[in-house]
């Protein structure tokens, strides 16, 4: 059994408008946001055991301060292809995962996250930025990822709903 998270960059800032979409920040409230899903990881004992995110500023920062929240001890990656990528560059980065990963968590962007969720779930899922998602996978190798299958949704959480 697998499982594979996936965490949609908290909310960013537009506030210097000169910044390159790669490079905008996090505003205060994603500042405040991704700690929060990193505790929530905590609190059900999902911390990943790999944490696999965009490079752009958002989501890396994303990634760190939801990882040390959880208290996630490995390196983040950082993946170039996760920028604005389509679901199937999701579902590639873990089909490429170390079968001794049990939890992969990956960190990127809409609308591929909103995407990917929707493929892996059979149905669409709102996912607003902070939000993550939980799939159960019945694998025991990551290289058994299809996108085909319809994979146990164990719950979406959204910021503002916590």
Not at 112 to 133: F, K, N, Q, Y
């Amino acid at each position: 059994m697998k499982t594979l998270l996936l965490l949609r960059h908290a909310k960013s800032s537009w506030a210097d408008d000169r910044l390159s979409d790669f490079d905008r920040p996090l505003n205060d409230r994603g500042r405040e946001d991704a700690p929060r899903m990193g505790k929530l990881l905590r609190q059900h004992d999902l911390v990943p055991d790999l944490i696999i995110a965009s490079p752009a500023k958002r989501a890396a920062s994303t990634a760190k301060r939801a990882a040390e929240a959880a208290g996630y001890e490995g390196e983040i990656r950082h993946a170039d292809d996760l920028y604005l990528a389509e679901p199937e560059v999701y579902l590639g980065l873990a089909r490429r995962a170390d079968d001794r990963i049990a939890t992969l968590m990956l960190v990127g962007h809409n609308p591929g996250i909103e995407e990917c969720v929707g493929l892996l779930a059979g149905h669409d899922e709102v996912m607003p930025t902070g939000g993550l998602a939980c799939f159960r996978l019945p694998i025991e190798r990551w290289t058994d990822l299809r996108t085909t299958g319809h994979y146990e949704l164990v719950g979406v959480w959204r910021p503002k709903e916590l």
